[in-house]
């Protein structure tokens, strides 16, 4: 181990530090004399669960927040980081993963919203477009238009926009805070690549992030926190991903994902057929047992998404829907909560919450019903039902009348869980819900997905994490053109061949 600051007491080398730093939220302690030291020239990882720090030293050092007390050091010079501009005009630049795009703007309007380029007095429209267009093939990102607007753009875009948004600076110091929560593979790798050259070229990257193989695959060496304190800084080689998770944790982490299902008769839940997501495609069908974790694989856009959203009655699509055997309709969500049938979104801040809004009233907010006569609710009942809730899911907070957007992301993923579990569904759709929070709470989400259905709920289970899908599922449809191409079970279901059957046009069984 390399303690935290050792060998940089005298600036040499070092291009972003922060010693002794303390922040206080009223009760809460989010620092308490944390360090970091990130050289000149290296990828450096911040690691620590959800609560630890990280996403508040990451807002001091880009000018958002202010510390209570502490030194902050650029290039080995004390700097105090009074604003985003200041942050800027030290050669800082941010990527959050919620996103600071304006929805209603082209994308080569958010690419030059801060420098916007003129011809004479006037603004060029012109100029504006060739310079998005610039920003976003030196990222390879040719395929984004630069007249569309944000909002017109998919998640994993909008990511992407937001990172060449950034990268436009030429920044000395860039840190990426959970810039790869929602990028497919190749975008990754992209990513990585930048990542790399920004590094080779002198550039200091500090990267948050709870994929824990992107840490080995790209940072030079990482700090741990726990609890806003500094647990001691690391070089790559020097400790492996189980140690690390346990120092996070602060205990030994022994089992990763719980006991798969393991009943020989499975009870049908709903039974699918003729079912087209696409025009002109095959029509196909597809089991959900009672009481399992089926995951959905394959490479990403390959219509994961889109079956669960059909089956939410959100999205396009046709097909036949039993259950018990008898047929239902669902054509919008609202038919699908009739039927028990619920789907924890993957923009949690945009489709799961209402951030400005206290954690109490988000969770009882999808069975106001249950607490109300005659149209008045019972406020007494409601908080009964909140505090039940949140000791159920361990959310940590000080009030229930706490804003969600002052939560992390994964306590947030965890207020929107709690909301939809209130209606004691039966079908439970999860549409990349690991997305952006820490190793402890997805080991908790693994273990209430494995609580759901061992009481009888079928859950349905989208993730990018191949290993998550094999490490947690007893089935795994893997999809292709919107197909589920192939369906592995019991022992079939492995790394090798998820990977294998998402780059192979498999024909689908008879």
Same mark, same amino acid.
């Given at each position: 181990?390399?303690?935290?600051?050792?060998?940089?007491? *005298?600036?040499?080398?070092?291009?972003?530090?922060?010693?002794?730093?303390?922040?206080?939220?009223?009760?809460?302690?989010?620092?308490?004399?944390?360090?970091?030291?990130?050289?000149?020239?290296?990828?450096?990882?911040?690691?620590?669960?959800?609560?630890?720090?990280?996403?508040?030293?990451?807002?001091?050092?880009?000018?958002? @927040?202010?510390?209570?007390?502490?030194?902050?050091?650029?290039?080995?010079?004390?700097?105090?980081?009074?604003?985003?501009?200041?942050?800027?005009?030290?050669?800082?630049?941010?990527?959050?993963?919620?996103?600071?795009?304006?929805?209603?703007?082209?994308?080569?309007?958010?690419?030059?919203?801060?420098?916007?380029?003129?011809?004479?007095?006037?603004?060029?429209?012109?100029?504006?477009?060739?310079?998005?267009?610039?920003?976003?093939?030196?990222?390879?990102?040719?395929?984004?238009?630069?007249?569309?607007?944000?909002?017109?753009?998919?998640?994993?875009?909008?990511?992407?926009?937001?990172?060449?948004?950034?990268? $436009?600076?030429?920044?000395?110091?860039?840190?990426?805070?959970?810039? =790869?929560?929602?990028?497919?593979?190749?975008?990754?790798?992209?990513?990585?690549?930048?990542?790399?050259?920004?590094?080779?070229?002198?550039?200091?990257?500090?990267?948050?992030?709870?994929?824990?193989?992107?840490?080995?695959?790209?940072?030079?060496?990482? =700090?741990?926190?726990?609890?806003?304190?500094?647990?001691?800084?690391?070089?790559?080689?020097?400790? *492996?991903?189980?140690?690390?998770?346990?120092?996070?944790?602060?205990?030994?982490?022994?089992?990763?994902?719980?006991?798969?299902?393991?009943?020989?008769?499975?009870? @049908?839940?709903?039974?699918?057929?003729?079912?087209?997501?696409?025009?002109? +495609?095959?029509?196909?069908?597809?089991?959900?047992?009672?009481?399992?974790?089926?995951?959905?694989?394959?490479?990403?856009?390959?219509? +994961?998404? *889109?079956?669960?959203?059909?089956?939410?009655?959100?999205?396009?699509?046709?097909?036949?829907?039993?259950?018990?055997?008898?047929?239902?309709?669902?054509?919008?969500?609202?038919?699908?909560?009739?039927?028990?049938?619920?789907?924890?979104?993957?923009?949690?801040?945009?489709?799961?919450?209402?951030?400005?809004?206290?954690?109490?009233?988000?969770?009882? $907010?999808?069975?106001?019903?249950?607490?109300?006569?005659?149209?008045?609710?019972?406020?007494?009942?409601?908080?009964?039902?909140?505090?039940?809730? @949140?000791?159920?899911?361990?959310?940590?907070?000080?009030?229930?009348?706490?804003?969600?957007?002052?939560?992390?992301?994964?306590?947030?993923?965890?207020?929107?869980?709690?909301?939809?579990?209130?209606?004691?569904?039966?079908?439970?759709?999860?549409?990349?819900?690991?997305?952006?929070?820490?190793?402890? =709470?997805?080991?908790?989400?693994?273990?209430?997905?494995?609580?759901?259905?061992?009481?009888?709920?079928?859950?349905?289970?989208?993730?990018?994490?191949?290993?998550?899908?094999?490490?947690?599922?007893?089935?795994?449809?893997?999809?292709?053109?919107?197909?589920?191409?192939?369906?592995?079970?019991?022992?079939?279901? =492995?790394?090798?061949?998820?990977?294998?059957?998402?780059?192979?046009?498999?024909?689908?069984?008879?």
């Amino acid at each position: 181990m390399i303690e935290a600051g050792a060998g940089v007491e *005298d600036g040499a080398g070092e291009a972003l530090a922060a010693r002794g730093v303390h922040k206080r939220y009223g009760g809460i302690r989010a620092l308490e004399g944390a360090e970091i030291v990130a050289k000149s020239g290296e990828v450096h990882a911040l690691l620590g669960e959800n609560g630890a720090g990280k996403s508040t030293l990451v807002k001091i050092f880009a000018g958002v @927040v202010r510390a209570d007390e502490g030194e902050i050091r650029v290039g080995g010079q004390a700097f105090t980081v009074g604003s985003p501009l200041d942050a800027r005009d030290a050669g800082i630049a941010t990527v959050y993963q919620e996103l600071s795009l304006i929805q209603q703007l082209s994308v080569a309007h958010n690419l030059v919203l801060t420098e916007f380029p003129r011809r004479g007095p006037l603004l060029s429209i012109q100029r504006a477009g060739q310079i998005a267009e610039a920003a976003l093939a030196r990222l390879g990102l040719t395929h984004i238009d630069p007249r569309a607007t944000v909002s017109s753009l998919p998640l994993d875009q909008r990511q992407m926009v937001e990172i060449t948004k950034a990268t $436009m600076t030429r920044p000395q110091i860039l840190i990426l805070d959970e810039a =790869t929560s929602s990028l497919n593979r190749a975008e990754v790798d992209r990513l990585f690549d930048l990542v790399r050259a920004l590094r080779d070229q002198g550039t200091t990257v500090l990267v948050i992030t709870h994929r824990m193989n992107e840490v080995w695959a790209l940072a030079d060496s990482m =700090t741990i926190l726990r609890d806003g304190r500094t647990i001691g800084r690391y070089g790559i080689k020097e400790i *492996d991903q189980r140690e690390a998770v346990s120092l996070m944790a602060g205990r030994d982490i022994t089992s990763v994902f719980p006991a798969k299902h393991s009943s020989e008769v499975d009870e @049908v839940e709903l039974e699918l057929a003729n079912v087209r997501l696409r025009r002109g +495609q095959t029509p196909w069908g597809l089991t959900l047992h009672r009481g399992e974790i089926l995951g959905l694989g394959g490479l990403q856009g390959q219509g +994961q998404r *889109d079956f669960l959203l059909w089956l939410y009655g959100a999205g396009p699509g046709s097909g036949d829907i039993t259950r018990h055997g008898k047929s239902i309709k669902v054509r919008r969500p609202g038919e699908a909560l009739r039927h028990g049938i619920v789907l924890i979104p993957e923009d949690r801040a945009a489709e799961g919450l209402h951030l400005n809004l206290p954690v109490r009233w988000n969770l009882a $907010m999808a069975t106001l019903k249950r607490r109300s006569w005659f149209g008045v609710l019972a406020l007494s009942a409601e908080k009964a039902f909140a505090a039940a809730s @949140v000791k159920q899911l361990a959310i940590r907070l000080t009030s229930l009348f706490q804003p969600v957007s002052s939560l992390s992301g994964g306590t947030q993923q965890k207020v929107v869980i709690g909301k939809f579990m209130a209606i004691d569904p039966s079908v439970v759709l999860f549409v990349d819900s690991t997305r952006g929070i820490d190793v402890q =709470t997805k080991f908790e989400f693994y273990e209430m997905l494995r609580t759901l259905a061992r009481s009888g709920a079928t859950c349905v289970f989208y993730s990018s994490d191949t290993e998550e899908l094999v490490g947690l599922c007893d089935r795994v449809a893997v999809f292709h053109d919107g197909v589920p191409v192939l369906m592995l079970e019991g022992d079939g279901v =492995t790394q090798d061949a998820v990977v294998g059957a998402s780059f192979a046009a498999v024909e689908v069984p008879a």
